[in-house]
């Protein structure tokens, strides 16, 4: 098995020192989230909801732990957004909105949000949609797989219910399963509803207990009546569910005059989530398989590397600027990519190959209504044997403190590596047992490359993130 170990180098050849437009179309175009076909809960979940929060509150009252108090009743809570990128998680932004709550209360496809578009969803049984849906994007079951997309406390408050252990890739209206959900009530006695979350990753706090702003709550997943990982957000008045609210002001907000969020998001919020190299073109697999994202940042000089952007709430008429860069900071591509669609979520990619002949750290960056967002990738290679290091591995990743090696092979040499190709940190060891754990709490935050040596001479990179 052949390895790439990418090294800052530069190789002796023929390069162009000018900048060009790539003469190729490319490929991608609208991501379209799981169109919405049916209600989020059906009307026993709705119930049971009710009853298991009515229940907990009562409970709570009982042992005179009740945090919500009428005599103190405090004014209602300002949202910050409930949904939060991990710490490990190495792209710009991770969601889109598919819906907001519908104030049209016809139906079916009579759709008004609060903005008086139709950015939201109702049902032929008469539903009409009752929350935020906040998905994400890009590869929204890889970063449900790896933990990358958290939900949050939008307000401090008490937990009055919770449910948990659920199966969590639902691809269908269909499903009668319950979702996973964190149920928190407010100082004022509205309460929020934050569902469809991944199973096992509910906070290990119980009912009774307060929760802080922007506090863990789970992991977005695709618990009951789902089609996708997603959340959704659904906040009412008081426990009776009488009254529901929109946490947006607006002039079609027909249920409250004021917003309830700290700053309120954009009605479209265009930006960029990710820049991206991969080997491949990303393959978005049938629910609920995990995509084949093909990332890479490493490449041999004669590869073909596909550059690719993933945007939310693509404004048609707009134009995005792309470039890529040389390690001596000569431009290789710099063009302006024109939008033609609104589109919620959109991706487009292109490749190239014959046109990589220096060597070292180079640099995709995209530019998008004042945003950039830049993306290093290495280009050169030194092919080498690792047949008995193949299986070596090493956790946790992300690190914290000490980094440790699990393998089969005695590790002679370890040296860290920064994205630049720096060599930060590098250990000789000659005893018996060989390298077997790194100490880091000197190292930087980070992306590194951890490079191994077996005392065969084998080697195998690693890629880690340093907390």
Known sequence: MKTIITYLSLVIGLTFCFSQSPLQEPNGGEYNFNPPQESCLTDQQRTLIEQETSS?????????????????????????????????????????????????????????????GARSYDTTSGY???????????????LMDNDEVE??????????????????????????????????????????????????????KNIGDMVSEGEFLG????????????????????????QLVDPYAGTCNTMNTESWWQTQRPYNSPGINAVITHSAPPVFNACPTTETTNESDSFDNADNIYFAFYLRDQVAGSSINLKITRPDNSTLYNW?????????????????????AMSGEWTWEATYFGETVSHSFNVGSLSIEEESIENTSIYPNPVTDALQIDTTVKITNATIIDVTGKSVLEINNQNSNGIESIELTNIAKGMYFLSLRGESGETKILRFIKN
């Not at 009951?224 to 659904?234: I, M, N, R």
């Open 56 to 116: 907990g509150i009562a409970l709570l009252k009982s042992q005179n732990r009740l945090a919500y108090n009428e005599t103190n009743r405090g004014t209602h809570p300002l949202f910050i957004w409930p949904v939060k990128k991990s710490s490990s998680s190495s792209y710009n932004e991770i969601y889109g909105v598919s819906n907001y709550v519908d104030h049209n209360t016809s139906f079916p496809d009579q759709l008004t949000d609060y903005n008086c």
């Open 128 to 142: 009409n949609h009752q929350g935020l849906d906040i998905y994400s994007w890009p590869f929204g079951w890889y």
């Open 151 to 204: 939900i949050i406390a939008g307000a401090p408050g008490q937990i009055i219910a919770k449910n948990d252990g659920n199966f969590d890739r639902s691809c269908d209206f269909s499903t009668t399963t319950p979702w996973n959900a964190v149920y928190i009530q407010h100082s004022d006695g509205s309460i929020a509803w934050y569902g469809h979350l991944k199973n096992g990753s509910l906070t290990s």
């Open 219 to 242: 992991v977005m997943g695709s618990s009951g009546v789902s089609t996708g990982p997603h959340l959704h957000f659904e906040v009412y008045t008081d426990a009776n569910y009488t």
């Open 336 to 356: 302006n990519f024109d939008l033609n669609n609104d589109f919620y979520s959109s991706y487009f990619y292109w490749n190239f190959s014959g046109v990589f």
